[in-house]
């Protein structure tokens, strides 16, 4: 065999490297000069870090930390804390869970914390400015305790996961004027007695909640109802409120015009749901055919409207009882109650003589001498709804 076929590669190997790349060539990449640095300090500032950290933050006043897959605030919380004129900051997009490590930024107005991973609304210690809260599409369950933030105008929850409201008097200021609490899962008619607690509210968004479909499906229209709870309300659904809404709401719950019967009040406990659905169906029907006024349909504007309703009727829906019935129906105020704690010094169960045209009798059923929470969340309910309407 010859030199050449004995120093032949074999067929398919790859090519050798040339001569300059078989010296210059390292055994492992080299790492730039930042690389390098990275590795000597242990890790690199975050992206965050970057921004809380850049020079002339002291002086910021808005954040946007929106979509930096942000998971937990907390070691983040004195570089946010030291922006003392911090006025919005924007955390949206992220996964946080809490707001607790957001606290002591003495002029923040407005935070942004929609999409997130948030189950209950609560934080913002010493932020007494905020004024407007985005928390939007999280999976909030539950609002906390923000009586502190006691400037709150506008409060957005939408696209949440509450099935009730009843948290709201007890943990929300009364300075709030907006609330969407659109999208989310409540299925009590009843509940929504809860935001009569909420005297200066002049917004409320309720779609796409499950009481709103069922009872639009029943052909009930609780723009009425609604309005009933929050007399000053301008604008429900993103609708103004028109005269006929608001007068319309004006005689519900009522025995006579403008006032209030106890009896009808007791619809409102949530052990009386069904009754309460009657009861509306009757009065806010869907089918109903109002007359066409262009200026009772109107939104409602300053003027004298409760002048324009004194000298209405008793609503027709709510008819007094025949001479043969048992019981003679109330109506002066005050004799519907009365008749309440006489009945339960007898009988385990009070039975509340009213009728209405094609629901009859209602038995409303009270423990004997029982003065239970609901009873006291009814009696408020009353009240607000009292010094709202004057």
Same mark, same amino acid.
């Given at each position: 065999?010859?030199? @050449? ?11 050798? &490297? ?16 930042? @690389? ?7 890790? $690199? ?8 950290? *850049?020079?002339?933050?002291? %002086? ?22 030291? &922006?003392? *004129? ?13 707001? @607790? ?9 407005? !935070?942004?914390?929609? /999409? ?21 599409? /999280? ?9 502190? +933030? ?17 948290? +709201? ?6 300075? +709030?004027?907006?609330? /969407? ?22 917004? +409320?968004?309720? *779609? ?18 609604? !309005?009933?709870?929050?007399?000053? &309300?301008?604008?429900?659904?993103? @609708?103004? !409120? ?26 409102? %406990? ?34 004298n409207i409760t002048t324009d309703l004194e000298g209405r009727s008793r609503p027709p829906g709510l008819q007094a009882q025949r001479p043969d019935d048992a019981v003679a129906v109330e109506t002066l105020p005050g004799r519907a109650k009365n008749a309440i ?9 009070? $039975? ?9 009798? &209602? ?26 309407? *004057?």
């Amino acid at each position: 065999m010859s030199k @050449k076929l004995f120093d032949q590669e074999p067929a398919g190997s790859p090519p050798p &490297l040339p001569v300059s790349r078989q010296i210059f060539a390292p055994s492992q990449p080299r790492m730039s000069k930042p @690389k390098q640095q990275e590795k000597a300090n242990g890790s $690199r500032p975050s992206d965050v870090e970057l921004v809380l950290n *850049r020079q002339g933050s002291a %002086q910021m006043t808005s954040l946007d930390l929106s979509d930096y897959s942000i998971n937990s605030l907390a070691s983040f919380q004195t570089s946010i804390s030291s &922006l003392r *004129r911090l006025k919005q900051i924007d955390i949206s997009k992220n996964s946080i869970s809490s707001l @607790k490590y957001i606290r002591s930024l003495p002029m923040l107005e407005t !935070v942004i914390c929609s /999409n997130n991973a948030m189950t209950t609304l609560v934080g913002l210690e010493e932020c007494p400015m905020v004024q407007t809260i985005d928390a939007s599409d /999280n999976a909030i369950t539950v609002i906390g305790d923000l009586r502190h +933030l006691c400037r709150l105008k506008n409060l957005d929850i939408h696209g949440n996961s509450m099935s009730s409201i009843s948290s +709201l008097p007890h943990n929300l200021p009364g300075s +709030l004027s907006t609330l /969407n609490i659109s999208n989310n899962e409540l299925g009590s008619l009843s509940d929504l007695r809860y935001v009569s607690s909420l005297m200066e509210l002049r917004r +409320l968004d309720l *779609r796409a909640n499950p009481i709103t479909s069922a009872i639009y499906m029943k052909g009930i229209d609780h723009r009425p109802f609604v !309005v009933f709870l929050l007399p000053r &309300l301008s604008t429900l659904d993103e @609708k103004p !409120v028109s005269r006929q809404e608001w007068a319309v709401s004006r005689t519900l719950f009522c025995e006579e015009p403008g006032i209030l019967s106890d009896a009808l009040m007791a619809l409102l %406990q949530p052990a009386n749901e069904k009754r309460l659905r009657q009861y509306l169906m009757e009065k806010c029907s869907l089918s109903s055919q109002e007359p066409s006024n262009t200026v009772f349909n109107a939104p409602l504007s300053e003027g004298n409207i409760t002048t324009d309703l004194e000298g209405r009727s008793r609503p027709p829906g709510l008819q007094a009882q025949r001479p043969d019935d048992a019981v003679a129906v109330e109506t002066l105020p005050g004799r519907a109650k009365n008749a309440i704690n006489e009945r339960g010094t007898s009988s385990s169960h009070a $039975r509340i003589p009213f009728a209405m045209e094609g629901v009859g009798h &209602l038995a409303l059923e009270t423990e004997n001498g029982e003065a239970s929470e609901k009873a006291a969340d009814i009696q408020t309910l009353a009240k607000h709804v009292r010094e709202m309407r *004057r």
